[in-house]
């Protein structure tokens, strides 16, 4: 079993948690992620690593409330415990030998994008963060970004913040201007990733892309989070699991990413809705 720390509401569908989690606090880094189950019954889920705390022992996590899972993990309180929470797994994003680049998040893939910028910043790289939501209330972690970069800018879809637009406004902008990064670096919706790397495609900056998709143990036994790649002209499976969850974006298939990403969203709607109700019943 393993304790929620701290719990903090990010926004109206977004949840902060710190678990005590010493051995996975241990290893960590910027880009892996941990699978966890709310109780015995529940199913498997992955999320990434958004910080940790090595002398505290504890892992932070931020989740959207999208599904039944995090739904019930979302009506967990401080000092409650949740039944598993395996990791680090995946590999670590690469940050070797990059002293310029340009993160770009969206949504709360900004809580997968914040830790690669603070371990960049920490090496002394120069860190420029377009952090992307759809409207004012939506925005997560600016603070946290600013400590993080030498440059932040905030969009969002409806102008009610920031800058009005998309990410892939203000990037190419950078571009037309002739700013230069060792690496793009996108996380999000697949949708909005897929721009970002078509966007950079003509500069021949290298853009890289994390991938989340369906994924159930972790290990690269299941073949749920297998993804193809464009590889010198041939398609090659790959697995997110373990091959990632960071790949080259200029070589994902992103269209069959999204159509295997909303294989499952009507019966995903059902459970989630299904475990809104059984919350429903106990608070009555």
Known sequence: MYKIVSKKILNPTVVMMDIDA???????????????????????????VA???????????????????TEKLSHKNEGEYIEDFAGPLGLPTHLEGLNNVCIVGGGVGCAIALPVAQALKAKGAKV????????????ILEEEFGAASDE????????SYGRQGNVCVPLNEMFASGREFDKVITIGPLIMMKFVVEATRPTGIPCDVSMNPIMIDGTGMCGG??????????RVTKFA?????????????FDEAMLRGAAYRDFERHSYESTCNLFKKEVK
Request: aromatic content about 6%; some cysteine.
């Open 241 to 253: 699991c373990v091959d990632g969850p960071d790949f080259d974006g200029y070589q994902v298939d």
């Open 22 to 48: 010493p051995l996975v606090a241990k290893k960590a880094e910027a880009g892996q992620f941990i699978i966890l189950r709310v109780d015995s019954e529940g199913e498997r889920i992955p999320l990434t």
């Open 225 to 234: 989070c297998r993804l193809t790649l464009n590889i010198d002209g041939k």
């Open 152 to 159: 932040v800018i905030v969009m969002t879809d409806d102008g």
């Open 128 to 139: 420029t963060s377009i952090i992307g939501f759809r409207s004012r209330d939506l925005v």
């Open 51 to 69: 910080g940790y705390d090595r002398e505290a022992g504890t892992v932070k996590i931020i989740f959207q409330i999208v599904g039944a899972t």
